[in-house]
């Protein structure tokens, strides 16, 4: 049976990673850190039959405990702070959990991390914010990073540590660029969830509108379940490398509201979305579109739900959760 060990396992991709390695009969153990973290029985509830594990990536000791007691055969690093916009208001906590946490996992692998025969392979969660202010577009493993926020510039950290970790020290360590990856587990703050809830609540008339920021920026979305795949197939590949993930369709935040609305009846959005300039940022990305045609021809990876399908699904769902929370009394 193979061990994975996974950080940020009570996020929306460890979540769905989870359930893809449980299926595949690995074990899998999960980081958690903190005292009486409220997400650890989120994950002990779903039961994918995963392990907890007690350790911060803030905390060098406990990293290396944790490899030593798991001895995992792959590691799968997708903790980090991960909200663009909280970045920027704790940037310091972002560097330290989002980049220097990927270093001492990386060390800590490197130190620990399985035998000469069978050394543990890494996966390194690199995000297309590194890309920011884009040199070109569509955007490939070429392409210049270029970060906007704290949050690109700690991840542009750990995308080059574990580079320099598979150059320096031959480890099996590799990396996906993933762009926006959404699911009805997206955190409520994303703006596709925050979107596709707010639209589920004011259909059934619990809310009247929904307070955004900048609609004109443009971001490349797939399936998180989809995306997990290409975690797991980079891992299974004989040499490390880094990949982009995305789906090659770009849509401003204007086009979800259009294809959400369209979804659930109504003729526009306008009249339902105002705008706060609290969830503007201090400097945006204003467009992404990734070329994942490595990872088609490598990896064998493509995904499969479309843009329509994935708005379609959270809202869906949203508006099942929203309407039994109803059902219940508990509005
Ligand atoms: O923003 C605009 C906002 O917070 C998308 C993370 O998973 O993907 C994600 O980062 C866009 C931005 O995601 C609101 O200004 C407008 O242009 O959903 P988001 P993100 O910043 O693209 C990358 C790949 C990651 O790696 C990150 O971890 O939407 N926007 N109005 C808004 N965004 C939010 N959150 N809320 C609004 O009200």
């Given at each position: 049976m193979k061990r994975a060990l996974v950080t940020g396992i009570t996020g929306q991709d460890g979540r769905y990673l989870s359930q893809l390695l449980t299926s595949k009969g690995y074990q899998v153990f999960g980081l958690i850190h903190g005292q009486a973290n409220p997400k650890a029985r989120l994950v002990i509830e779903e039961n994918f039959g995963v392990e907890l594990v007690e350790g911060d990536l803030r905390d060098f000791p406990s990293l290396i405990a944790t490899v030593e007691q798991v001895q995992p055969d792959e590691v799968y690093n997708l903790g980090a702070i991960s909200f663009v916009q909280l970045s920027f208001k704790q940037a310091e906590l972002t560097a330290e959990i989002t980049g220097l946490g990927v270093l001492r996992m990386l060390e800590a692998v490197r130190i620990v991390g399985g035998s000469e025969r069978n050394p543990t392979r890494f996966y390194q969660a690199s995000s297309s914010e590194m890309f920011g202010k884009v040199r070109e577009t569509p955007q490939t493993e070429r392409t210049p990073f270029h970060p906007r926020s704290p949050y690109g510039v700690a991840?542009?950290?750990?995308?080059?540590?574990?580079?320099?970790?598979?150059?320096?020290?031959?480890?099996?360590?590799?990396?996906?660029?993933?762009?926006?990856?959404?699911?009805?587990?997206?955190?409520?703050?994303?703006?596709?969830?925050?979107?596709?809830?707010?639209?589920?609540?004011i259909k059934l008339g619990l809310q009247d509108t929904i307070s955004l920021g900048n609609l004109e920026s443009a971001r490349d979305w797939g399936y998180?379940?989809?995306?997990?795949?290409?975690?797991?197939?980079?891992?299974?590949?004989?040499?490390?490398?880094?990949?982009?993930?995305?789906?090659?369709?770009?849509?401003?935040?204007?086009e979800f509201l259009d294809v959400a609305f369209r979804i659930a009846g109504y003729d526009g959005w306008e009249p339902y979305v105002t705008h706060d300039t609290r969830f503007n940022r201090p400097a945006e990305v204003d467009l992404l579109l990734g070329d994942a045609s490595k990872a088609r021809e490598k990896l064998g990876w493509q995904p499969k739900v479309t843009f329509e399908e994935l708005v379609r699904r959270m809202y869906e769902a949203d508006l099942k959760e929203e309407q039994a929370q109803f059902d219940t009394g508990r509005h």
């Open positions: 991840k542009v950290f750990g995308h080059d540590m574990t580079v320099n970790y598979r150059e320096s020290y031959g480890l099996h360590a590799s990396s996906g660029i993933l762009f926006n990856h959404e699911s009805e587990r997206r955190g409520l703050e994303f703006v596709t969830r925050k979107i596709t809830n707010s639209l589920a609540r998180a379940g989809d995306y997990v795949e290409a975690m797991w197939l980079m891992l299974q590949q004989d040499e490390p490398d880094d990949y982009v993930i995305a789906t090659g369709e770009t849509h401003t935040i204007r």
